[in-house]
Each structure stands twice: as C-alpha cells, then as structure tokens.
C-alpha cells in the first residue's frame, strides 16, 4: 500500500475524478471541499448528541453529502460519470423539515447560537452547509455544469440544521431566541439565513 503523503500535491494541484488535473483554488474543488468541511462538522455534531434519530438521520446524511461531494468532483469531461444526485434526496430533507416544524413548541424566532452546546454545533454546520450552497451556485454561474438537485439539497439541509439545534434545546428546556428579551414576536419561520 503507497502513502498518503504522494507529495503530488505540493505544487498546488489536485486530481478531480477521472485524474483531471486543477488547481486546489478552482471554484469546484472550493466547492466540494466546503462539502467535505461540512460532513465533518456534521461527523463531531453526530458524536456529542445523545438523540438516537438524530444520530441515525445525520449519519445518512454523512453518507449522502459524499455522494454530493463526488458529484461536486465530476468535472463534465471526465471519464468517471458522475455520482447521480436525485429530487428523492430533497424530498427526504423536506420531510425531515416538516417533521421537526411540528413539533409544539419549537424556536420560530430567530435564535442566538450557543444555548446549548450540541445545538451550536448543528448551528455551526448549518453555517458551512450555507457556504457550501454558495459555492455551488457561484460554480454554476461560472458556467459549470451543476447536478440541478444538488442546490436545493444543500438549501434544505441548512434548514434542517437549524431546525434540529431547535428541537435540541426545546428538549433541554433552553432557548436561543433573539428577541426573548424584547419580548416582540418574529417572522415565524425567518430566521434559518
């Protein structure tokens, strides 16, 4: 087995799939690489949280942001067809989304992170799951080709993010509301960026 350290690297170039290769600044391996910052966010977020359905659903997640991530690494010329990312992927996030939305209680204000510290950590990720659609849409504007689902999954991800830092300090009895204070009702629902 050869070492990790191939010092290929050093001069400030990387291989896409199918051996493609670009500089470590182009827009794409921004854009992956951003994913991959947010799948390990997401790993630490997994392993401080005592919620089995939480845990279960962003370790599914994990494994669906590789898929983004090497279809976000698929440049149209390779050889390698790229990992396919489909609506059904959005779908489940906006059910997850509508699931949490439910629950009786929960934070529609917008909310300050660090009430509690495994919810900063979901705040956290959703702040990188943001940029990470950022790049994505300026990679596109490039005119590089884009899996169209890939946006949408990364805007609904972000959403989900937040809601489930809510439902953990619901659950712990905090809160992270901005306008506790004031006492002045918010948008419901405008405060997931």
Known sequence: MGSIA?????????????????????????????????????????????????VDLVSDIQRELFKVG????????SP?????????????????????????????????????????VFDMARTVCRRAERCVVRLREAGEPVQPPIVPYLNRLSDL?????????HEAGVSGSLRAETGKPGNRWSRAW
């Open 70 to 77: 090497s279809a976000l690494a698929t440049p149209p010329e």
């Open 6 to 54: 191939t010092t290929r690297g050093d001069n400030g170039l990387t291989s896409l799939a199918g051996g493609i290769r670009v500089s470590k600044g182009s827009q794409r391996v921004e854009a992956y690489g951003t994913v991959d910052e947010l799948n390990s966010t997401l790993g630490f977020a997994r392993s401080i949280c005592g919620d089995p359905h939480i």
């Open 161 to 169: 993010l937040w809601l489930i830092g809510r439902k953990l300090e």
């Open 80 to 120: 390698k067809p790229p990992v396919p990312i489909d609506d059904e992927m959005v779908e489940r996030l906006t059910k997850e989304v509508h699931r949490l939305e439910a629950i009786e209680g929960i934070l529609s204000d917008w909310s300050v992170p660090g009430a509690l510290s495994v919810a900063a």
